[in-house]
T-cell receptor, first 113, second 109 residues
Framework: NAGVMQNPRHLVRRRGQEARLRCSPMKGHSHVYWYRQLPEEGLKFMVYLQKENIIDESGMPKERFSAEFPKEGPSILRIQQVVRGDSAAYFC???????????FGQGTRLTVV | GESVGLHLPTLSVQEGDNSIINCAYSNSASDYFIWYKQESGKGPQFIIDIRSNMDKRQGQRVTVLLNKTVKHLSLQIAATQPGDSAVYFCAENNNDMRFGAGTRLTVKP
């Protein structure tokens, strides 16, 4: 049973381009969280999704950022028109349902040049 | 609650000593808590969890204590080893999962 898979592991984008980060949850998990982390800082909550449903997006910027978790396929975190300040590590975690053990992927390190 | 934009507090211990890492949480209604370990360049790794109907839970070399009165969690690591060096985060998981600031543990040989 593979763990949470994130790809790509490293992503370089020029300012103004789009970044698409993918997260495949553990088998059987229908809930996904996305977090952003800057070096030497904590994990900042962005969004919590269930398949085909956004449960809580209170941590996600209103503009340029969107997330989805379709019925089939991975969860996608999409950042449009990236700026240098978007450079960070983005982690996703999955769980069976809210309030249960959540397991993390290895993250995607986004660098905006 | 979440702590963002704060640099990590650090704890330095001698190899073989016990380590205690503390965490305060904000939501008195929280009923599920998790400790994670994050090594450099990796994702957070689940260590141990506890539900609010318990005060203490033990794993292999780790113990989590929960004090609901003062909304405080602690992670105790027995006989700390160099491989324990990492950043440790606590999380409240009430559907949405929010993390504390984290503590960097450094183990001196």
């Amino acid at each position: 049973n593979a763990g949470v898979m994130q790809n790509p592991r490293h992503l370089v984008r020029r300012r103004g381009q789009e970044a698409r980060l993918r997260c495949s949850p553990m088998k059987g998990h229908s809930h996904v969280y996305w977090y952003r982390q800057l070096p030497e800082e904590g994990l900042k909550f962005m969004v919590y999704l269930q398949k085909e449903n956004i449960i809580d997006e209170s941590g996600m910027p209103k503009e340029r950022f969107s997330a989805e978790f379709p019925k089939e396929g991975p969860s996608i975190l999409r950042i449009q028109q990236v700026v240098r300040g978007d450079s960070a590590a983005y982690f996703c975690a999955s769980c069976l349902q809210g309030g249960t053990e959540a397991f993390f992927g290895q993250g995607t390190r986004l660098t905006v040049v | 609650g979440e702590s963002v934009g704060l640099h990590l507090p650090t704890l330095s211990v001698q190899e073989g000593d016990n380590s205690i890492i503390n965490c305060a949480y904000s939501n008195s209604a929280s009923d599920y808590f998790i400790w994670y370990k994050q090594e450099s360049g990796k994702g957070p790794q689940f260590i141990i969890d506890i539900r609010s109907n318990m005060d203490k839970r033990q794993g292999q070399r780790v113990t989590v204590l929960l004090n609901k009165t003062v909304k405080h969690l602690s992670l105790q690591i027995a006989a700390t080893q160099p491989g324990d060096s990492a950043v440790y985060f606590c999380a409240e998981n009430n559907n949405d999962m929010r993390f504390g600031a984290g503590t960097r543990l450094t183990v001196k040989p």
